[in-house]
């Protein structure tokens, strides 16, 4: 019988271990990861399956009109990027960043696996390995594992949510927490210390660190206002972290709703006020951080793309190729990436989906190498031909 | 203080237990049977079911309906919603929303919309209701085995409150469509959720219809009328087709292909809900059927059939080997270990096609399994935040005056009642659960429970030191309280946080 019992094990879990109290380690710690100039990886995963034809619109495409005729964009009212791709218009707060070409779009991307479950689609992508079910960790865990750093922070990962998520699951080391202001133990200290020699004190150098550099003070900068809603909540914890210099390189959110099966809406709607808020999360995020961004690449990422044409509910079923967006600094936007397969007849996939040019696993390979450094790609993603001919050269 | 640590078994569970011969002391098997089939154990409750005899308790469990619930229920009785009807509540809670939105003027804001609801109709109180009754009953009911297995159904057809007319369904989705059929059969508990208006809205069902060309003859006319010119464009929604097929019943590899998915979806074109003016209950409109000829799963409809074709269909998931296979599996996932032995999930799947999915007759096959017994699965299973802190709010014999800041607080925890937005529901496994974080929202909630200053829970500080707390700690963990020679309180707190006390 095989019981899992990994659990106690994991350094990210309850370690049964009891650790001595060493106090001094955890100030070695924090001084050891308050080194200005690491870099940061931000991913922000679509949960739910948004519809990227309606998010980054070819509107040079007749097709695109055809199937969609009562939730397209119009030409006239996208936010033109190349004269054939544009922008739905509730990303108004993020397009400067075309102008400015801090911001690129990776179209007709995804996961090759054809489940359009959102479960699987989004456990594959999570794992890095798609149509593999066993896999046991997520993808940036390993990228964390393999980028092995006696300096690293214990801070070094986080998840804004209050699981950790699939893709950082591991030995990573990430920590998931929903606000970083109320991360530690609030008793007695004498209950700490219990806790800490129950569970080991790997548990608790997060807390401590935090505690120390007190990120939640931070008041957003450059005149940045965060939508009150949880992703602007997230991605300014996020900030906070990054500009109180705790050593962090890898932090995820998620934000969900973008299941669009019925009323999805075109320039307005549903969609477009999801966007909108998912649009101003992300500004209000790149303003805040203002020169700290040339250290920052942000990604976002949804499990499977939507059908081309709409449904009986002027909405959209589950398909497959999505878009994806690049932000931040050493990116080289303004222009969308990617071989564009066309919404012709004929050129979809099974004869209902926008067909993938580009594997996902193509775009992290390339975030992970250029911004963290991480050299051996090969246990990120196996059984993969990680192969950097494949990279779309978004980063400079 | 008295505790349950008499044993140096404890320890092995650190190391690495070999498939023994080691069996269970019947103190731990009254403790493993109120973690596994209970909410846990309040002071005394161990003692008590040595006294019945764990496999009697177990049997009594197994009927709840032979179980008085008196206490719980004169509890429930201040909640009015509770006994509404569907329609009841529509009108009195959703209907105000639906008046407010037709009176509103062209740039009213989200905030004068709610203005225009009278307090007392909001929809939130339907949910806090509900939500106040799980916790209640999860706390003090004594039909404890029912109300883990309601979380287990509730979870596995999950239905998602936050969206749209969902919030005013649930109540009568848990009362008429759940909790009567989880000790009957499979097939009347999936019919059910299929015919319920919370499903039926929540995956889209309502709104699918047969496209066009394939509609019966001068029924375009109706769907006109019926739903305005939206409904023009009207055509299939897969949503339901899949996640019945995906989720309900074979599981993601019950070897059915996208083709089946759509097919299905054709099947269930007309498995609507009524306006929530007329009250929003079950409907098979006709008009919405697609009336053509199609082929599930290689089963084939000829043109011209009707709602019985659903029906069929359900009877077939309902008796398929993949879905025996699939509801054996999550039940072994509950109940036994995150990654159940393949024997027993075998062994429970065939008794569920034995007994023609017969559901008291499949936990039983669970509970009765030497895996459910064996030493291996003691404690091997994390509780997830809703069992964790209604067994640590009964492990402190806490009395709930008001379920509500508990309810807020399986939020911060990540398992909101009726709050997993996909229909997946929550995990079933500790690696959902388990992390830095998690772990210090746990930590705070043990030490505020312990010293009475949880909001809504009343725990009698000056009983802490002689009763027992139900866990048992290893030798080590007992070792580091003792320690500290903290006063009953924290060292209460510090039980209700340990490792021990996460698992099951």
């Known amino acids: 019988m095989s019981i899992d019992r990994r659990f106690f094990l994991k350094s990210s879990g309850l370690a049964l271990v009891a650790g001595g109290l060493l106090p001094n380690v955890f100030v070695k710690m924090a001084n050891a990861a308050t080194t200005k100039g690491k870099k ?17 619109v070819p509107f040079g495409e007749k097709a695109y009109y055809d ?63 798609p149509g593999v079910k066993t896999t ?33 699951s591991g030995s990573g080391g990430a920590v998931a927490m929903s606000n970083i202001a109320q991360f530690g133990v609030q008793g007695a200290a004498d209950a700490q210390s219990a806790f800490e020699s129950m569970y080991g004190s790997a548990s608790f150098e997060a807390t401590k660190i935090l505690k120390s550099a007190a990120p939640a003070k931070l008041q957003p900068e450059n005149g940045a206002v965060y939508p009150n809603n949880q992703l602007g909540n997230s991605l300014k914890q996020i ?15 998620d934000v969900s709703g973008w299941d669009t099966h019925a009323g999805e809406g075109g320039a307005q709607g549903q969609l477009a006020n999801n ?20 250290d920052v690449v942000l990604v976002t990422m949804s499990e499977f793309g939507r059908t081309v044409r709409e449904n009986g509910n002027r909405g959209t079923d589950h398909g497959h190729a999505n878009v994806m967006l690049v932000l931040g600094g050493g990116v080289k936007g303004g222009k969308v990436y990617g071989k564009w397969p066309g919404l012709g007849a004929g050129q979809l996939f099974e004869n209902r989906d926008l067909a993938i040019t580009t594997d996902f ?3 992290f390979s390339e975030l992970l190498a250029k911004q963290l450094g991480v050299g051996t790609l090969k246990t990120v993603f196996p059984s993969y031909d990680v192969s950097p001919s494949k990279w779309r050269g978004v980063l400079a | 203080m008295k505790r349950l640590m008499t044993l140096p078994l404890a320890l092995l569970l650190l190391t690495g237990l070999s498939s023994s011969d080691a069996k269970l002391t019947e103190r731990q098997r009254a403790l493993h049977a109120l973690n596994r089939l209970a909410f846990g154990a309040r002071p005394g409750d161990v003692d008590r079911v040595m006294q019945i005899g764990v496999d009697q308790w177990i049997d009594q469990q197994l009927h709840p309906e032979s179980i008085p619930d008196r206490d719980v229920d004169a509890r429930l009785a201040q909640y009015d919603t509770l006994k509404m009807t569907d329609s009841q509540i529509v009108a009195k809670y959703y209907m105000p929303i639906v008046e407010a939105r037709k009176a509103r003027k062209e740039n009213a804001t989200q905030e004068d919309l709610r203005k225009m609801i009278p307090p007392d109709q909001r929809p939130q109180r339907v949910v806090a209701e509900l939500n106040s009754q799980r916790i209640l009953r999860a706390a003090g009911s004594d039909r404890q085995l029912n109300e883990v297995m309601v979380d287990f159904w509730m979870n596995h057809f ?47 069902n309502a709104r699918s219809v047969a496209a066009p060309e394939n509609r019966p003859q001068r029924a375009q006319r109706f769907i006109e009328q019926m739903a305005g010119n939206k409904a023009k464009q009207g055509g299939l929604n897969e949503n339901y087709a899949r996640e019945i097929m995906e989720l309900h019943t074979l599981g ?73 296979h699939h509801i054996a599996l999550q039940l072994c996932q509950r109940l036994v270990a995150d990654n159940p032995p393949k024997a027993l999930v075998d062994r429970v799947a065939k008794r569920f096609l034995q007994t023609d999915g017969d559901l008291r007759e499949t936990v039983r096959a669970v509970i009765d399994s030497k895996e459910f017994w064996d030493p291996q699965a003691y404690r091997a299973k994390v509780k997830s935040p809703f069992e964790y802190a209604l067994s640590a709010v009964r492990a402190v014999g806490g009395t709930v005056d008001n379920p509500l800041p508990l309810a807020r607080e399986l939020q911060k925890m990540g398992e909101p009642l009726y709050g997993a937005q996909p229909p997946t529901g929550y995990s079933d496994k500790a690696d959902a659960w388990m992390n830095t974080g998690a772990l210090m929202n746990r930590l705070n909630f043990a030490l505020a429970l312990a010293s009475n200053k949880m909001p809504g829970v009343r725990v009698d500080t000056t009983k802490l030191g002689t009763i027992d707390i139900g866990t048992e700690l290893t030798a080590e963990t007992k070792k580091t309280i003792e320690d500290r020679h903290a006063d009953s309180v924290t060292t209460a707190g510090l039980i209700l946080g340990s490792p021990e006390f996460q698992r099951q």
């Not at chain 1, 960790?137 to 699939?166: E, I, M, N």
């Not at chain 1, 966007?275 to 040339?294: E, P, Q, V």
């Not at chain 2, 059915?256 to 007309?270: H, I, N, P, S």
């Not at chain 2, 007329?278 to 009707?306: C, I, N, W, Y």
């Open chain 1, 136 to 168: 046991e960790d997520g993808f940036l865990s390993r990228a964390l594992v393999c980028k092995h750093d006696q300096t690293a922070s214990p801070l070094r990962a986080v998840a804004l949510s209050p699981a950790l998520p699939r893709i950082l």
């Open chain 1, 40 to 56: 940061t990886l931000v991913a922000i995963f679509q949960r739910g399956a948004v519809d990227g034809l309606n998010v980054i």
């Open chain 1, 67 to 129: 199937a969609r005729p009562t939730i397209a964009v119009a030409r006239d009212q996208v936010i033109n990027i190349d004269d054939f791709f544009g922008a739905h218009p509730s990303l108004v707060s993020i397009a400067p960043y075309f102008k400015d070409k801090s911001l690129a779009v990776v179209h007709a991307v995804g996961s090759p696996d054809t489940t359009r479950s959102h479960f699987d689609a989004q456990d594959f992508m999570e794992s890095g390995t």
């Open chain 1, 239 to 253: 900030a906070q972290l990054i500009k109180s210099n705790v050593g962090l390189e890898v932090a995820f959110t």
């Open chain 1, 275 to 294: 966007l909108r808020n998912f649009s101003d999360a992300i500004a209000a995020f790149t303003k805040d951080l203002g020169s700290r961004m040339s």
């Open chain 2, 158 to 204: 999950n239905v998602f409150a936050g969206k749209g007319l969902d919030r005013v369904l649930l109540t009568s989705y848990e009362r008429d469509t759940i909790r009567p059929h989880i000790w009957g059969k499979f097939e009347d508990l999936l019919m059910a959720t299929a015919k319920s208006p919370a499903m039926l809205f929540y995956l889209d």
């Open chain 1, 361 to 363: 696993r193509d775009v």
């Open chain 2, 252 to 324: 993601v590899d019950g070897g059915y292909t996208q083709k089946d998915v759509t097919e299905l979806a054709r099947v269930f074109t007309g498995w609507s809900i009524t306006r929530p003016e007329e009250g929003a209950e079950f409907r098979f409109r006709p008009a919405m059927h697609d009336t053509q000829a199609k082929s599930v799963l290689g089963v084939r409809f000829g043109a011209g059939g009707g709602i019985e074709e659903g029906e069929k269909m359900i009877h077939i998931l309902a008796h398929s080997p993949a879905t025996a």
